[in-house]
């Protein structure tokens, strides 16, 4: 599969102007983002990339910033060796949960050893977001609960989810790339209840859950909701994250809509996850 990198040169180059890019072009199908010296650099597959999209967004930037972009395409490499070399660093999240890769052999002496290997620079854990709903898991009993992870990625979410008791856990993403990752990140870390599912909320049936994790932006989330609330049992808990504080209004009016209650959120550099309540 061919990608296209595009390097952005952001001025001011702060955590601010950085985390809204991210945020924004995820929604026209960016889907993994590091930022540098310079800026942002990100990912779209090929198919996907439309400058005048592109454009269109950067023109509408809803802060004060210049921003001006390059683009190459790439070919499929061996980003475990690009990680290994550029920026994938062990994260340990409270002293209880290690996110690392093969290639880290860190010993395994905490209480959730996590292994990824990414095949696409996405879903380590080190996005705010992904950390923010690894906090909300490590925090929630889930011994015995059915799990649904939406925009699984890596299946890092699906994994501690797991190794926290979960049981069974359905993760789906609409990316054959994540499927396939998801796959043998589940194997490495030895999970074999995890049903792996490529597509979106349409895929959403019959089967119900305790607790759903749905990790995206929040334009998808939006819009998916319901459908969400329609397989989540009644007591059960919907966990969102992917957007910032000041969409909490709009993802909860959304949310009371469709019978959830608020019942807290957590933040990171102005990134959040929210948890709600099902009513009985």
Request: with cysteine.
């Amino acid at each position: 599969m061919t990608y296209i990198e595009v390097k952005f040169i952001c001025t001011p180059n702060d955590e601010i102007v950085n985390s809204i890019l991210s945020a924004t072009i995820a929604e026209i199908g960016f889907e993994s983002f590091v930022e540098d010296e310079l800026g942002t650099t990100a990912y779209i597959q090929k198919e996907l990339f439309d400058t005048g999209k592109l454009d269109e967004v950067l023109g509408n930037f809803p802060v004060e910033a210049e921003i001006i972009y390059t683009y190459k395409a790439i070919e499929d490499r061996n980003w475990n060796e690009e990680w290994e070399k550029n920026y994938f660093q062990p994260l340990i999240i409270d002293d209880k949960c290690i996110i690392q890769s093969t290639f880290h052999n860190i010993p395994a002496t905490y209480e959730y050893n996590i292994y990824i290997d990414p095949k696409m620079a996405f879903g380590t854990g080190h996005h705010q977001t992904t950390e923010l709903m690894i906090r909300e898991i490590l925090k929630e009993d889930f011994t015995g609960k059915s799990v649904l992870d939406m925009g699984a990625g890596t299946a890092i979410l699906a994994i501690l989810a797991s190794m926290r008791g979960a049981d069974p856990i359905t993760a789906i993403d609409i990316d054959k790339w994540a499927y396939d990752n998801a796959q043998e990140n589940l194997a490495l870390n030895k999970i074999d209840n995890v049903k792996v599912e490529i597509g979106g909320a349409e895929l959403l049936g019959s089967e119900t859950f305790d607790i759903v994790l749905a990790n995206i932006n929040r334009n998808i989330l939006l819009n998916d909701i319901p459908a969400y609330v329609s397989v989540l049992n009644s007591g059960g808990f919907l966990y969102m994250s992917g957007f910032y504080v000041e969409d909490i209004p709009a993802i909860t009016e959304v949310c009371n809509k469709n019978g959830l209650i608020f019942c807290h959120n957590t933040e990171k550099d102005n990134w959040t996850a929210v948890k709600f309540k099902k009513g009985i």
